[in-house]
């Protein structure tokens, strides 16, 4: 069975930082990976997603995440930070040929002026 | 409206009380999904509808039940529930995953269920 792993429950940030949210996965082939965000309030939304192809995905928002299979990682990134940026962000892997999608526990993203 | 509406935004509830929650997508989709997100845990999948068929149950307690009339509308009823019910329950849809390819989930914002 697949998991995930997001070792970073809170991540504070000065607003134009750069960024880096981790996230480790567990899954016996290729998988799915996602990255959502939920602002408080709201559901989730999704940032980007990696199904095949090119490593570095681009997503919305200014956000990109880098699938290492070597270091069965795949780490959100964004080279500078807005205040509008904060909120909580989940990883997610999901096995071929099947929908379901299995989230880790979310990283929130704090923001400081 | 647009994409995915949940209501109630807010419930609270007493343990013998039976509720509602209702979810209504506007995307056209065939396939409906409820998930309970509780603070400090991954995010749970309860169970998945596909053209109004109930294809998955995730080992959820009986004193939820789903309903789905139609593949834009889906409820989860709620009798005699416990404190530790309290949780964001999400709705989301998408194209039908009967399928081989993924389809991307579209969420709405949730309700937030405090059972006292």
């Known amino acids: 069975a697949q998991s995930v792993t997001q070792p970073d429950i809170h991540i504070t940030v000065s607003e134009g930082a750069s960024l880096e949210l981790r996230c480790n996965y567990s899954?016996?082939?290729?998988?799915?990976l996602f990255w959502y965000v939920q602002s408080p309030g709201q559901g989730l939304q999704l940032l980007l997603k990696y199904f095949s192809g090119d490593t570095l995905v681009q997503g919305i928002k200014g956000f990109e995440a880098e699938f290492k299979r070597s270091q069965s990682s795949f780490n959100l990134r964004k080279p500078s930070v807005h205040w509008s940026d904060a909120a909580e962000y989940f990883c997610?892997?999901?096995?071929?040929?099947?929908?379901?999608?299995?989230f880790g526990t979310g990283t929130k993203l704090q923001v400081i002026p | 409206e647009t994409g995915v509406t949940q209501t109630p935004r807010h419930l609270v509830m007493g343990m013998t009380n039976k509720k509602s929650l209702k979810c209504e997508q506007h995307?056209?989709?065939?396939?409906m999904y409820w998930y309970k997100q509780s603070a400090k845990k991954p995010l749970e999948l309860m169970f998945v509808y596909n053209f109004k068929e109930q294809t998955e149950n995730n080992s959820v307690p009986s004193r939820f039940s789903p309903e789905c009339p139609n593949s834009s509308h889906l409820f989860l009823h709620l009798h005699t529930l416990q404190p530790e019910d309290s949780a964001l329950y999400l709705c989301?849809?998408?194209?039908?995953?009967?399928?081989?390819?993924?389809?991307?989930?579209?969420f709405g914002p949730g309700t937030r269920l405090t059972v006292l």
């Open positions: 899954y016996g082939a290729t998988p799915y």
């Open positions: 997610a892997v999901g096995a071929r040929g099947y929908q379901k999608v299995t």
């Open positions: 995307l056209g989709h065939n396939a």
């Open positions: 989301a849809s998408s194209q039908d995953n009967t399928g081989g390819e993924y389809n991307e989930q579209f």
